[in-house]
Structures are given as C-alpha cells and as structure tokens.
C-alpha cells in the first residue's frame, strides 16, 4: 500500500516495501504542528496582525504551547450533553451496547468504559461534529480535524500516566488532539482527571525505548505495558518535578490537550461518586494515523485523506470485525531524535 502521495509528509514512504511496519524502518520526516515549532510566538502574533486570529484565540494558543492543553468552559451545552446520554444509556438499555463490569471493589456501582459509542450511537456525532469544538481544534493544529475514536465512562478510569502518543501515532508526529467532555459535575473525590502541564515538551517515548518488542507484547499484552512503560512514565515525572493538576470540571466543560501530554484517571477516593464523560481523539486530514482498528480479518492504515475518512457515517455495523494488528507509520519527534512506536491500543 502507498500512500504518501495524499498526505503532507515532507518523506514520502511506500508501506509495502517496508521490512516491517515499525517505526525504526521509516525515514525522519515533518512537518512539526505550528505551536510546536520554535518561533511559534511569533508566528502566533503575526496571526493576530493579519487577522487570522482573534487575541483570544492567541491567548490560549500561546497557552498550548507553554502547557499542552486547553480548556473551553461550558463548550458543550447541557441539553445536547442530556440527549446525548440518553440515547447512551437506552443502547445499554436495550442491549446495542454491553458494558463490562471493569470492579474497583465489591461495592462499585458503575459498569466500565465502552470503546467507539460513536459506531452504535448515532447522538455522538453530535459532540464530534460539534462546531465550536472543531473550530478550536484548527486553531491548533492549523489543520481540518478527523474524529477516530471515542470512549465513554461512567466512572473514573484510574488509568495509569501515559501520553496518548503510546497508543496512538500520527505520522508526521504530533497531529493527534483528545477532548474530554464532563457530562456531569466533576467531584474531586471521584478519580477526576489528572494531567501534568509542561509535559508535552518532553521526548515522546514509545516501545522501543522501554524494550517492548512486538513479539512480546504479542505474548504478554498490557502485561508487558504495566511492567515497563508505566514506571519509565513515573520516573520522568519524578525527573522533571511535574506537578499534578486536576480536572474539576463542571458539567460541559472540554479540555483539549496535545498528543504528548501526560494524563491518566486519578484515584477514586468515593466510589459511589460517578464521572460521566466521554474522551474524542482526533486527528488531521493528510496524516496517516497508526493504532489498532477495527477491520475485517486484516490490518489497515488510516489515512483521512484517502479511503478512510474518519467516522463518516458516523454508526457503522460492527459485524465480526475484530483487533488486528497495529500498521506502524514513521515519525520524528519536535526534539529532533528518532523514536519507535507502541502496539499497544487504548485511550483515557
């Protein structure tokens, strides 16, 4: 397959010439996202001069770069956010969506995250394909936004530090956003989200450099993912002193934040407190994005600017698809030095 014809990669690639599709066999290329780059200020400001943003606009964005992320208080409505609940929770009703039980204890109340509601839930389109929300993601990636995948939870994940760049690779690196959209209050005790501002700034790390071979995390899944990637991720944090911030969020708000910020789902502290929110992850027409999708008996390469267009429409039957294999695309990091890419799927 050869598709670096459609995407704005500086190196073009011819996939099936590859020894494997890792992240080691294919070529530096760019470009870097704008709020990446070294003279983003300035570019930011000559925005501005030529009317191409507005100062708040500028402002946030000069935000994104210092911090890695966004947040855009009461972004979605609260009736849109209701209906859109609502036909969640009549597919659970009814059976078009079953919930695993996912127990912190005996005595959890609340059923686990679901995968890509979107693809039996026609209402979330409603959050994907939301104006605004859109709107402030080409602002930041000066680029037209795909959506890909969504996850929904009842409550929170307490899913281990990571950066979404472990799970999900665009090539060129950096053009993958996530939104987080609070569906209710958001109680400090009920494992809210938590995200370290700064982080985006550090090296991406990836498999490769944690010692995950694709052989291994054949044989040893998220085995593999807890033992080595989870603790490299702590010792950075350690390293580089960042500090915790938490998403007290009230009902409607949306963060954004970068393809490298490191998050994860804090402790929940109540476990009767619910967390009701459903996180987007998007990418940008003319990339290639390399995860685990859903397929027919074979693996394949999302690439928006070519056959797949991200969830357009957005329900589609399922049918006997199933997790394959990842398709691996190259990338090179802001910092300048190489990286190798994660098999493992996943998402807050």
């Known amino acids: 397959m050869h598709v670096s014809s459609e995407i704005f990669a500086e190196k073009s690639v011819n996939f099936a010439e590859l020894p494997s599709l890792r992240a080691e066999n294919f070529p530096y290329s760019g470009p870097h996202p704008w709020l990446d780059q070294p003279d983003a200020p300035e570019k930011i400001e000559r925005k501005v001069q030529r009317g191409e943003l507005t100062p708040a606009e500028a402002e946030q964005c000069h935000y994104w770069r210092e911090n890695g992320y966004i947040i855009l208080p009461k972004l979605i409505d609260e009736h849109t956010l ?102 209710e209050d958001i109680h400090p005790d009920c494992g809210p989200l938590v995200y370290y501002p700064g982080s985006h700034r550090l090296p991406y790390l990836f498999s490769k450099d944690v010692g995950i071979s694709e052989d291994e995390f054949k044989a040893r899944k998220y085995e593999a993912y807890h033992e080595k990637y989870e603790p490299r991720i702590q010792q950075m944090i350690a390293d580089y002193r960042l500090a915790p911030h938490y998403f007290h969020a009230k009902k409607g708000d949306v963060p954004i934040w970068h393809a490298n910020l490191i998050h994860g789902g804090s402790p929940r502290r109540d476990l009767q407190l619910s967390r009701k929110a459903l996180v987007c992850h998007f990418f940008v027409k003319g990339s290639c994005l390399s995860r685990f999708v859903r397929v027919r008996n074979k693996a394949i390469l999302r690439d928006v600017s070519a056959a797949h267009t991200g969830i357009t429409p957005c329900v589609e039957d399922p049918g006997d698809w199933r997790y394959d294999r990842a398709l691996l695309a190259p990338f090179q990091g802001p910092l300048g030095s190489r990286y190798s890419h994660s098999i493992v799927p996943g998402g807050l």
């Open 82 to 183: 209701d209906e859109v609940w609502r036909a969640y929770e009549k597919a659970v009703e009814t059976g078009a969506i079953t919930l695993k039980p996912e127990l912190a204890s005996e005595n959890d109340p609340y059923p686990g995250r679901f995968l890509d509601p979107h693809q039996k839930v026609e209402a979330f389109c409603k959050i994907l394909r939301h104006e605004q929300l859109l709107h402030w993601i080409r602002v930041l990636m000066e680029r037209e936004p795909e959506p890909f995948q969504t996850i929904t939870c009842h409550k929170g994940s307490q899913q281990g530090a990571h950066s979404d760049s472990i799970h999900m690779t665009t090539y060129p690196l950096g053009y993958l956003t996530a939104a987080w959209v609070a569906f």
